[in-house]
């Protein structure tokens, strides 16, 4: 069995004791970092070359932090006039996936870089982690690349944004 097949079976046992091992530490180091974290490279080599990354020039990818659970209604000065648990304040819940979030976040951030897909790192009892795979537009080997030249066009701006990416579907 190679280190590809043998890594990809550990990740899909996520409640393995290595895997469990392996993610809470991770997780503590993401958790120190700040909320968008140009990674070094990939964690998981087999599965971001799946989904589309290939170790060349004009490939960058990112980690990004996402707070899960409800979030609060923005009310003007608190002013909710009445209990706020009556005007639906408290306890919101986001309609989009948190992932769809963290890549629109990251293309926000990298305003020149196109998102190409992102996917799943880890959680703690606070956090989200995404990794999310960005492309240079603008690099020579993705525009003479036959098979990465469909989102040098501008149609693919702020993909992420308009949801057309896998997780904004």
Not at 52 to 63: F, L, M, S, T
Not at 142 to 154: C, D, E, G, L
Request: net charge positive.
């Amino acid at each position: 069995m190679g280190a590809y097949k043998y890594i990809q079976e550990l990740g899909q046992k996520k409640q393995s004791d290595v895997m469990r091992f392996l993610l809470s530490a991770c997780c503590w180091q993401y958790h120190q970092l700040s909320a968008l974290y140009r990674a070094p490279g990939p964690t998981r080599r087999d599965k971001t070359c799946t989904l589309g990354y290939r170790v060349k020039h004009g490939y960058v990818i990112y980690r990004i932090r996402v707070q899960h659970g409800g979030h609060k209604c923005p009310v003007p000065k608190g002013a909710t006039y009445g209990k706020p648990v009556h005007r639906g304040v408290n306890q919101l819940k986001f309609a989009g996936s948190l992932q769809s979030v963290a890549e629109e976040r990251a293309g926000h951030h990298c305003g020149a870089l196109r998102v190409l897909i992102s996917y799943w790192v880890g959680e703690d009892s606070t956090y989200k982690f995404f990794k999310v795979t960005l492309i240079d537009t603008f690099n020579k080997t993705i525009r003479r690349n036959s098979a990465t030249q469909w989102i040098t066009k501008p149609v693919h701006k702020h993909r992420e944004m308009r949801g057309l990416t896998s997780a904004g579907r």
